[in-house]
């Protein structure tokens, strides 16, 4: 049987590469036969990565069948994941999330969790000397998701060995950060051909804080202002997107990579009493700027409160 490897639903980089670089670990170094998929359509940085490095776009699946075997990488969080998980036979979770709770395993697995800033820095501890043998696509696929997942080592979610695995990864490659991430993040910024439900499920996790139940959403971009003159439009969107999956409400914020601050959209009084409760802002429009918050693991979803 050929284990399925898959991050979480709206896969961005980290998701659509972890499961590659982990699916070639199995298959080529440990000989057990394994496959990346992903659970939905990735972004537009996501796709960058793909076709610059070559790699071929992973299948994408609705569901999983009971009893089949699987990796769960870049979450641990069921409501990310096939609606049947519970049934399939979970080997394995590396992640670099908060544990959520929920999943239900067949037998003892094993579970990596580390407080590191990517998915792919842990991969790469995990696999060890090994890494040195990996394809070049590979070690392209792992630089970039930490180059992502950092935001070029902006975030403050980048630990000293984050930076350390890239800055290795990169010099084996021949590549620049600098010139490779602008390149990375000005694929991440191009969302003109998206519509607004699909801006706001792109880079979405869902959470329950306080009793409401909250999709959390966040725009990665250097360029804000494209994002920010459709915010009429994308406020209208946030109601049908929350209703159609039984949130209470859509929260967007809008990181500007480069002057590192988010703008969060103001649609209602519950966003704005959400906004000045979590963090100390004083909401007089229908935007609010939130300067030095960038990641939504380390900065935003721990400071949600009602």
């Known amino acids: 049987m050929t284990i399925k490897v898959f991050g979480h639903k709206a896969p961005d980089t980290d998701s659509t590469a972890s499961p590659i670089v982990w699916a070639w670990y199995l298959s080529e170094v440990q000989g057990t036969p394994a496959t990346p998929v992903l659970l939905g359509e990735p972004n537009t940085e996501a796709a960058f990565v793909l076709k610059y490095w070559d790699l071929p776009k992973p299948a994408i699946i609705a569901d999983v069948a009971e009893g089949e075997e699987v990796v769960i990488v870049d979450t641990n969080n069921p409501a990310e994941l096939p609606p049947s998980i519970n049934e399939a036979k979970v080997t394995a979770i590396i ?30 501890d995990l696999i060890g000397d090994k890494f040195a043998s990996a394809p070049r696509g590979i070690k392209g696929a792992a630089l970039s998701a930490i180059l992502s997942d950092t935001l070029e080592f902006r975030s403050p979610t980048t630990t000293p060995h984050d930076r350390a695995v890239a800055e290795k ?133 721990p400071a949600l409160k009602l």
Do not use: W
């Open 95 to 124: 992640d670099h999330h908060l544990l959520a709770g929920g999943i239900k395993t067949k037998t003892p697995i094993d579970i990596t969790i580390r407080p590191l800033a990517c998915t792919a820095t842990i991969m790469f």
């Open 169 to 301: 990864l990169a010099a084996e490659l021949g590549i620049q950060i600098p010139d490779f991430a602008a390149e990375l993040f000005a694929a991440k910024s191009d969302v003109s051909a998206f519509s607004d439900a699909e801006l706001l499920r792109m880079d979405s996790k869902e959470y329950n804080v306080a009793g409401k139940e909250l999709r959390v959403s966040v725009l990665e971009t250097t360029a804000p202002k494209v994002v920010l003159d459709r915010k009429d439009s994308l406020m209208k969107s946030m109601e049908s997107v929350a209703k159609e999956d039984g949130a209470d409400q859509v929260l967007l914020f809008v990181v500007d990579i480069i002057r590192e601050e988010a703008t969060l959209l103001v649609p209602n009084d519950l966003v704005k009493t959400l906004a000045e409760a979590s963090f100390g802002a004083t909401v007089t429009g229908d935007t609010v700027v939130l300067p030095g918050i960038l990641s939504r693991k380390k900065q935003i979803i």
